[in-house]
């Protein structure tokens, strides 16, 4: 699908295309081609081959601890872990199946709102875990990273905000225990002798640390034009 007006970043008003220049939409890119070369966002790289795979890995090194070194994760961490992944395929049939020639303004503002909620799945498993307790906050960061990669520079300080919001009501709500959290490890569990405990956590960082690496890649590639 090819067309001859695009909307600005910083406006509403649109912008004429030349006509040497070519933009194509599809359920899983945006590039554009002109006499200089051409540009590729994907977005479906980001949605589903980095997420389902990250969100695989913790659900297993989770099971794999409440198994075998019995680490108490309650049940509903298990849900909501679920549920993120199931929402993120229900994104890619929506635009595999179901929009077939989606314009820009719908892979944006989908995509919008799919990061609006899934940033409060996640508020909700880092307060199960542990809230100020746990290192959960950091995951905030990768979701600001992706926005600012992905969508219109407003929206991508929007998410500042909203993670910044969502993280002062986890602390206020847990500072006067309206939802008491289920700490997983006590204060006096978070030692460097107790094995569960540092082995939780060392698999939590390796995990936040491959997704960052990925990101990182894509925006490496996008800064030499090849993705």
């Not at 001859?4 to 910083?10: A, E, G, H, T, V």
């Not at 297993?60 to 395929?89: D, H, R």
């Amino acid at each position: 699908k090819f067309v001859n007006k695009f909307m600005s970043r910083i406006g509403k008003q649109p912008i004429q295309i030349p006509e040497n220049v070519e933009i194509k939409i599809s359920a899983d890119s945006i590039s554009v081609k002109g006499p200089r070369g051409e540009i590729l966002k994907r977005y479906n790289q980001l949605m589903v081959g980095t997420r389902i795979p990250a969100i695989v890995a913790f659900l297993f090194a989770a099971l794999f601890l409440k198994v075998f070194f019995q680490v108490p994760f309650p049940n509903i961490l298990f849900f909501l872990v679920c549920f993120m992944s199931l929402s993120t395929v229900m994104y890619h049939f929506l635009f595999r199946q179901i929009i077939k020639d989606p314009t820009v303004s719908q892979i944006i503002h989908a995509y919008f709102w799919y990061i609006f909620f899934d940033l409060v799945t996640l508020t909700a498993i880092i307060y199960i875990i542990g809230g100020v307790t746990w290192i959960g906050f950091i995951f905030y960061s990768l979701y600001i990273y992706l926005a600012f990669l992905l969508l219109p520079r407003s929206y991508a300080f929007f998410f500042v905000f909203w993670c910044s919001f969502l993280y002062t009501a986890l602390v206020i709500i847990q500072y006067f225990e309206i939802f008491p959290p289920q700490l997983i490890f006590s204060l006096q569990e978070r030692t460097s002798q107790n094995f569960s405990y540092v082995f939780s956590t060392l698999i939590t960082a390796i995990i936040f640390f491959w997704i960052l690496g990925f990101y990182g890649d894509v925006f490496y590639k996008a800064l030499h034009g090849k993705i």
